[in-house]
């Protein structure tokens, strides 16, 4: 049996979840709104303030979406009660980020500025050499976050692009000179 998919999910107070046919799942919080369609074969039940998720037989695809399913609608409670962040670190002589308004303008060694548009529903702010995203939905918030650190990923002689905040780099040593 599934560990995670037999776990109930418990329905924090001022969240509603509405289950509709075909399994779409709509989550709402103090934070927000969100809603996902999740696959047909589970069997998704809400018994009292707790929701479970069954899985019909134990075939192998059975087994893996029993816990990705459960594992989904978990993150959307947790997404409208407390909401996702994720903090990147610019590194680097003459690396900046800076924001204006829903625009985040990244001076990372190029020729030119890089600029990114925040998407619906995430906003990222600035302060020092930290970027932070947050938003209701982690996958948008892990793409984004993703997608940010893509424009310069760190180097691992001198450590200079975005990383994660967490994130632990493996320092090579440089070349020495020729005596």
């Given at each position: 049996m599934s560990r995670i998919g037999r776990m109930p999910i418990a329905i924090p107070a001022g969240v509603t979840v509405d289950i509709a046919?075909?399994?779409?799942?709509?989550?709402k919080?103090?934070?927000g709104?969100?809603?996902?369609?999740?696959?047909?074969e589970m069997e998704i039940t809400r018994e009292g303030e707790e929701i479970l998720v069954k899985r019909p037989n134990d075939l192998k695809k059975m087994k893996s979406l029993h816990?990705?399913?459960?594992t989904l609608i978990h993150n959307m409670v947790v997404g409208v009660t407390d909401g996702y962040t994720k903090n990147l670190e610019v590194n680097g002589v003459g690396y900046r980020a800076s924001k204006q308004g829903k625009k985040l303008t990244l001076a990372l060694g190029y020729s030119h500025p890089v600029e990114?548009?925040?998407p619906e529903g995430i906003t990222t702010t600035v302060q020092d050499a930290i970027i932070t995203v947050s938003g209701i939905d982690k996958e948008k918030v892990g793409q984004y976050a993703a997608e940010i650190r893509d424009k310069r990923r760190p180097e691992p002689y001198k450590g200079k692009g975005i990383k994660y905040q967490d994130e632990v780099i493996r320092r090579k040593v440089g070349k020495t000179g020729k005596k």
């Open positions: 046919e075909n399994n779409k799942v709509t989550v919080g103090p934070k709104t969100l809603e996902r369609v999740l696959p047909a816990g990705l399913t459960r990114m548009e925040d």
